[in-house]
């Protein structure tokens, strides 16, 4: 019979595996985006919301930590941690597309990384299995992609398109947190295998998820480019007047 404990040893091999190879082939696509815009300063702010997300997260997830709602807080978490992430959007609202683009991303690094700290700083307290800190190291990319996908969608898709990104984003970190939650719930094996089918699923399509949202960021042109643009239109007009009008 196939027990619940078993199925979460195969899901984090497959975590480990399979969400590595996503991450990274996602990763790929984020950074040739994030090398076509300016540099600019992100790391501070980006840190600083970061840490502020998961602050404002860890306090709305509390109540369910003490209800001992296993299930819910899965839901919760995709949907609370997907959603601060984009606070730079809020704070930076004046600021170019392409720069919030980079903060909401840096965003969701420095939640990840801070979390996955904390989280690893756990398993060697506990004495869990070592082989959790790749999951937690999967992990952390995982939050940065996520974000990728959600903003990428925001900003360069138009009306309600716009949220897919970011319903993709909250259904897949609520998948992946599922099969260990819905174990510690009791669930049957059965079932924890089948979420854990359907999280392998959302890990699989994730890179295809972040080429396209970085497609539609390719969308955010910067202001100066746009500037520049317009100058070199406006010389071209005004030369071409005056060649017209040479007697």
Do not use: C
């Not at 709305?60 to 978490?77: D, G, H, Q, R, S």
Request: glycine share 10%.
């Amino acid at each position: 019979m196939l027990t619940p404990e078993k199925v979460i040893e195969y899901y984090f091999g497959i975590i480990t595996v399979v969400g590595g190879l996503s991450v990274l082939l996602a990763v790929k696509y984020t950074l040739r985006r994030w090398r076509s815009f300016p540099e600019s300063g992100w790391k501070v702010q980006s840190f600083a919301l970061g840490i502020l997300g998961l602050v404002v997260a860890s306090f709305l997830e509390a109540p369910l930590l003490f209800l001992n709602t296993w299930i819910a807080l899965a839901f919760a978490a995709g949907i609370i941690e997907e959603s601060v992430k984009l606070l730079p959007l809020k704070f930076f609202g004046h600021s170019p597309e392409w720069e919030r683009w980079k903060l909401v991303i840096g965003a969701g690094l420095f939640l990840g990384v801070v979390e996955g700290i904390m989280y690893t700083a756990g398993i060697f307290a506990l004495n869990q299995e070592p082989y959790l800190v790749a999951v937690r190291i999967v992990l952390m990319g995982l939050h940065t992609i996520w974000a990728a996908i959600s903003v990428g969608f925001l900003l360069g898709e138009r009306g309600w398109k716009r949220f897919t990104g970011l319903a993709f984003s909250m259904i897949a970190h609520a998948l992946y947190d599922l099969p260990s939650l819905a174990m510690v719930d009791g669930y049957s094996g059965t079932v924890v295998a089948y979420l854990a089918g359907l999280s392998t699923g959302f890990l699989l399509v994730t890179p295809l998820m972040a080429k396209k949202a970085a497609e539609m960021a390719g969308r955010l042109v910067p202001e100066e480019d746009e500037e520049s643009s317009e100058v070199q239109e406006n010389i071209e007009e005004t030369g071409e007047n005056e060649v017209t009008s040479w007697p």
